[in-house]
């Protein structure tokens, strides 16, 4: 039986990767549906690989936190299983595995025959897919109003898993959103982690509140010595 993690831009903010929500966030500085969606997309994609490649370059000057390192000694130890909302590389760059369930920044794809490549730092609208030769590369991200990545794994994941723990999350997008609930229905104990309560905060058994590089170390050293007592 294993842990299922799920986390969100809260884990990575302290990296000095801008959350969505908070206030300040990525989207009370852009319209959602000027850069994040397949329309915004067919209407100027410039401005849209504009937006993702000051994404990409923010994401490649940071580093992983003290919370991603955590969660990869986690997860070099205990059955865990990452599923990001995080479009970053900062789980992968701090020696974990993640499921990628919007997308990643670091990678583009094709819109016409759906091969996959690393992106180039700045993608732009005249760049060829490598395989098909068609003018037609994106970021690979999951837009608004596209079904996330992954999704038969990660509920399979869920349907095993003895733990489910959400962190750095507001808990405003579904399907993610909708984790919390899935597991209480299967009865499995549920774990919050954030800077403040999410939307779903109450259909957590346990909450903890404050910065991710404090409480997610934490959380993990308490794992860690419950496990060793058990063994
Ligand atoms: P949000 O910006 O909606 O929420 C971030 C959460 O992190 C909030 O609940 C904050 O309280 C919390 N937070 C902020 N700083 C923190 C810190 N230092 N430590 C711990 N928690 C902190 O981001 P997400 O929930 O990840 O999708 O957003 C979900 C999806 O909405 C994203 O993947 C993105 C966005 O639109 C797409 O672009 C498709």
Known sequence: MAIVILTGAGLSAESGLGTFRDKGGVWERFAI??????????????????????????CIE????????????????????????????????????????????RQALCASCEHRWPAPDA??????????????TRPDIVWFGEI?????????????????????????VYPAAGFVADANMRGIRTVELNLEPSEGASLFDETRY????????????????????VN
């Open 33 to 58: 549906e000027d850069v994040a969606t397949p329309e915004a997309f067919a209407k100027d994609p410039r401005k849209v690989h504009a937006f993702y490649n000051t994404r990409r370059k923010q």
């Open 123 to 136: 993608m732009r609208i005249q760049d060829h897919c490598p395989k098909c030769k068609t003018p037609s």
């Open 148 to 172: 996330p990545y992954h999704m038969d794994r990660i509920q399979k994941l869920m349907a095993e898993a003895s733990l489910f723990v959400s962190i750095g999350t507001s808990g405003q």
């Open 210 to 229: 404050g910065p991710a590089t404090e409480i997610v170390p934490q959380w993990v050293s308490e794992m860690l010595t419950a496990t060793q007592v």
């Open 62 to 105: 940071a580093e992983p936190n003290a919370a991603h390192f955590a969660l990869a000694t986690l997860q070099a130890t205990l059955p865990t299983h990452i599923v990001t909302q995080n479009v970053d590389d900062l789980h992968e760059r701090a020696g974990s595995e993640a499921i990628h369930m919007h997308g990643e920044l």
